[in-house]
């Protein structure tokens, strides 16, 4: 039996490491075997990769070798990690996904959005998530949130606007995908957010 792929994904301070970890449980009490991933990353080539595209360097880095390191990135990680666990019938859980390609270098850093479908298309060919968790919150909420957590890396220094147009498309690109997208509120309490996230999956299991 092929698995199930799920994504999580959203803005900087949306709770989805927390929220995945009870996604996970809430999986496995049904009889799931869940495989936990993430992007940029879930592979050892992946994660080097996340630390060439979240750390500082001088000079910064051209959009284009941005965009390419991500999908470098997912590359490895489809054919290691994502496709073979799918194939063993596990569901494949991860922290963000090619989404996030579309809103943070589409949406934020304005690369025309054809030329990610034509990597997408490259590399994944048919291959999309079954379903996307879209923790929404308002920017200013999700950036205090962050804010208090960690250093800030490459993208969490960017400004308010960038990560308005950042939330911009993703809550298009999911009102363009009702099927595959569900939005939680995410500004809510880690409780709350779980409960909605658990009716979600609850939802979208007895229909699926
Ligand atoms: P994280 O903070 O969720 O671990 O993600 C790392 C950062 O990488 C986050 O700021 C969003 C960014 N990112 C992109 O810009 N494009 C992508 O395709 C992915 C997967 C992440």
Redesign the pocket.
């Not at 993430?38 to 990353?41: A, D, K």
């Not at 996904?97 to 270098?105: L, P, R, V």
């Given at each position: 039996m092929s698995g199930r792929f799920v994504t999580v994904?959203?803005g900087?301070g949306a709770g989805?490491?927390t929220q995945m970890g009870f996604m996970r449980e809430y999986l496995e009490r049904r009889g799931c075997r869940v495989v936990v991933t993430?992007?940029?990353?879930g592979t050892s080539l992946g994660e080097e990769i996340?630390g060439l595209?979240?750390g500082h360097r001088d000079g910064g880095m051209t959009l284009a070798a941005?965009?390419l390191l991500?999908?470098s990135?997912?590359a490895e990680h489809l054919e290691r990690v994502i496709r073979p666990a799918l194939a063993a019938g596990c569901w494949v859980l991860c922290?963000?996904?090619?989404?996030?390609?579309?809103?943070?270098?589409g949406g934020?850093?304005g690369l025309p959005l054809e030329r990610i479908a034509v990597l997408e298309e490259w590399v994944q060919g048919t291959l999309r998530p079954d379903l996307t968790l879209l923790l929404d919150l308002p920017v200013a909420t999700g950036l205090a949130r962050?804010g208090r957590r960690s250093m800030a890396?490459?993208?969490?220094r960017e400004d308010v606007d960038f990560f308005e147009r950042?939330r911009a498309m993703y809550l298009k690109r999911a009102a363009h995908e009702p099927d595959r997208y569900r939005v939680v509120d995410a500004s809510q309490s880690i409780k709350a957010v779980r409960a909605e996230v658990e009716t979600v999956l609850a939802e979208w299991l007895e229909s699926g």
């Open positions: 994904d959203g900087e989805k490491t993430r992007e940029p990353g996340r595209l979240l941005e965009t991500m999908f990135a997912r922290d963000r996904f090619t989404d996030a390609t579309y809103a943070y270098q934020g850093r962050a890396d490459r993208f969490e950042v």
